[in-house]
């Protein structure tokens, strides 16, 4: 194992874990601005990550090992991803670390346990949620799959970090396909991560609950690593479409100025990416149920185009 890929095993999930739950906060005060409101502090989530590490844990008088297990699992899952997506700098590939069939894994691994946990408590808003995460997957995790190969196609490579190292030369798009492409992964940004159209996180209304009923009878330090894991994985999934859409700024070298640079600028487009979202959201109401696989297909479409023209060009 290389010097390259050590520095990047703690330098990027580190990194990944201190900026994830800013852009929770920066989101949502964009939406409280474009909603005419104030918002929260944009620290407010890392302080309440704190108060609720501080709590103790109450469990259903159902609930078995998984509800315990289910936060250390996700959590550690996407730590265990974080090394697959370059945030700061490029490694050298080692092994199988970077294999984008793997990453797809650990997502899936996260999204089962999720919903086991939320099933576990044997509350009815836990067992609504999970059931509508698990019926939605399977609609949703198709085409994740060929948004992915969609990415492999055009890049040549089953490897993210020699995905993003070729895109790391440039300074927009490698090819006009990958525009297509990220119009697939954002898609799936918005899905995975539970925002409107698909969820919304910021009600408890059980009509518009999938993923906050999964976890509402979890606390104190179990919600938090919850919390965490959540902004982990969308910070994961901002960092995959911002390293295809506009990787400019990625280093490849090893070198402290450059990383150092490269994680600025990252911030910077993360930022940027946020107040789209937050944007995106406001305009937008929750989509009914039964309509969603329609806003799904529209990843698998634009993934499936991207093949076509690809095979065809």
């Known amino acids: 194992m290389n010097t390259s890929f050590l520095l990047f095993a703690v330098l ?8 994830a739950p800013f852009y929770m ?12 409101r104030k918002g929260p502090r944009l620290f407010q989530v890392y302080y309440d990550l704190r108060k609720l590490l501080q709590k103790e844990e109450v469990y259903s008088s159902t ?33 199988g670390f970077g294999h984008v069939i793997v990453f797809l894994y650990l997502l899936a691994l996260e999204r089962f346990f999720t919903a086991l946990g939320g099933l576990d408590a044997g509350s009815a808003f836990g067992g609504m949620g999970s059931s509508r995460s698990m019926s939605l997957a399977a609609v949703i995790e198709p085409s ?23 895109t790391a030369r440039e300074v927009f798009p490698l090819s006009p396909t990958l525009v ?14 539970g925002r409107l159209p698909v969820d919304n996180p910021a009600t408890h ?10 976890i509402l009878e979890q606390t104190g330090k179990n919600l938090a690593l919850l919390e965490l894991a ?13 390293n295809t859409i506009f990787p400019i700024g990625l280093s490849t ?50 993934s499936a185009l991207t093949i076509l023209i690809e095979v065809f060009a």
């Open 12 to 19: 990027n999930p580190i990194f990944a874990l201190l900026a």
């Open 144 to 166: 994740m799959v060929v948004a992915f190969a969609a990415l492999s196609f055009v890049l040549k490579s089953l490897n993210m970090h020699e995905m993003f190292a070729l």
């Open 63 to 95: 609930a078995s090992w998984i509800m315990r297990f289910t936060p250390y699992l996700n959590l550690s899952a996407l730590l265990v991803a974080s090394l697959f997506v370059p945030l700061v700098f490029v490694p050298e590939p080692v092994g």
């Open 253 to 302: 070298q090893l070198d402290s100025g450059k990383i150092a640079f490269s994680a600025v600028l990252f911030l910077l487009k993360a930022g940027l990416l946020a107040v789209i979202i937050g944007l995106f959201e406001s305009s937008l109401a929750k989509m009914r149920l039964f309509r969603l696989p329609a806003f799904y297909v529209m990843a698998f479409f634009f």
């Open 25 to 36: 906060a920066l989101i949502r005060k964009v939406k409280a601005y474009a909603q005419g």
């Open 205 to 214: 209304l059980e009509l518009t609950m999938i993923n906050e009923a999964m």
């Open 180 to 193: 297509l492409v990220s119009i697939s992964l954002f898609i799936i940004l918005i899905v995975e991560t």
């Open 230 to 242: 959540h902004a982990l994985k969308q910070l994961l999934l901002m960092g995959i479409l911002i």
